[in-house]
């Protein structure tokens, strides 16, 4: 129940205040995008990169929180 809660919120904040490049440069900093895929080994990883995404990943110096 929570893993599927947790997927549709992450999904709801990717489409509200992500940009696909931002979202893909940040997959490329973390070590876990494969070309246009993105590879989790764990929901820890998923979590880890929604946080980093959302909040520290700076496009001319604000966050996609910042921007909205």
Known sequence: MHRK???ELNHKIMESCL???AMMESAKLLGIARGNTLIFDSMDETNVF???AVNEYKVEGKNAIETL
Do not use: G, L, V
Request: glycine letters at 0%; a negative charge.
């Open 5 to 7: 809660a947790n997927k």
């Open 19 to 21: 940009e696909r490049d």
């Open 50 to 52: 929604m946080d980093f």
